[in-house]
């Protein structure tokens, strides 16, 4: 299972977030949308699958495939998700996402979160830079 979210659910779920964020500057995404979010549709199948009979991800204990399973779904709406098409994943969400230490996780950080809303058009100009569009750069010669 951890390999299965270092090769599928990180990457798939990152790109729909990806695209579903880019502003009306990345032009036309109507493709890379639906595919990423279906994608993600997709792999909410697979662990929903993978859950019917078993309470976490690898088996009845708790390990690090839920621990890195699960901050990739907490954002399941803006993924374009309905968690209550699945209902041994929703489980599994309410069980993991109810758990103290991971209420701390979670939570870590969250007074370093920026509101968009509040920043100038130049401040997020800056991000959209930083976040989008990168290239290398050169080595040195």
């Given at each position: 299972?951890?390999?299965?979210?270092?090769?599928?659910?990180?990457?798939?779920?990152?790109?729909?977030?990806?695209?579903?964020?880019?502003?009306?500057?990345?032009?036309?995404?109507?493709?890379?949308?639906?595919?990423?979010?279906?994608?993600?549709?997709?792999?909410?199948?697979?662990?929903?699958?993978?859950?019917?009979?078993?309470?976490?991800?690898?088996?009845?204990?708790?390990?690090?495939?839920?621990?890195?399973?699960?901050?990739?779904?907490?954002?399941?709406?803006?993924?374009?998700?309905?968690?209550d098409e699945f209902k041994y994943f929703k489980r599994w969400f309410e069980e993991v996402g109810n758990?103290?230490?991971?209420?701390?996780?979670?939570?870590?950080?969250?007074?370093?979160?920026?509101?968009?809303?509040?920043?100038?058009?130049?401040?997020?100009?800056?991000?959209?830079?930083?976040?989008?569009?990168?290239?290398?750069?050169?080595?040195?010669?």
């Amino acid at each position: 299972m951890v390999i299965w979210q270092m090769a599928n659910q990180g990457p798939k779920l990152g790109e729909c977030g990806h695209f579903r964020r880019a502003g009306p500057e990345a032009g036309d995404l109507t493709y890379a949308i639906r595919r990423f979010t279906d994608e993600t549709n997709r792999l909410y199948g697979v662990m929903n699958n993978r859950l019917y009979d078993r309470r976490y991800l690898a088996g009845d204990e708790y390990t690090i495939a839920d621990m890195i399973s699960y901050p990739w779904t907490v954002g399941w709406e803006a993924q374009g998700q309905d968690i209550d098409e699945f209902k041994y994943f929703k489980r599994w969400f309410e069980e993991v996402g109810n758990r103290p230490a991971v209420k701390r996780g979670m939570g870590a950080g969250n007074n370093l979160r920026v509101d968009p809303s509040t920043l100038t058009a130049e401040e997020r100009a800056q991000m959209r830079k930083i976040m989008y569009n990168q290239r290398a750069i050169a080595a040195p010669a």
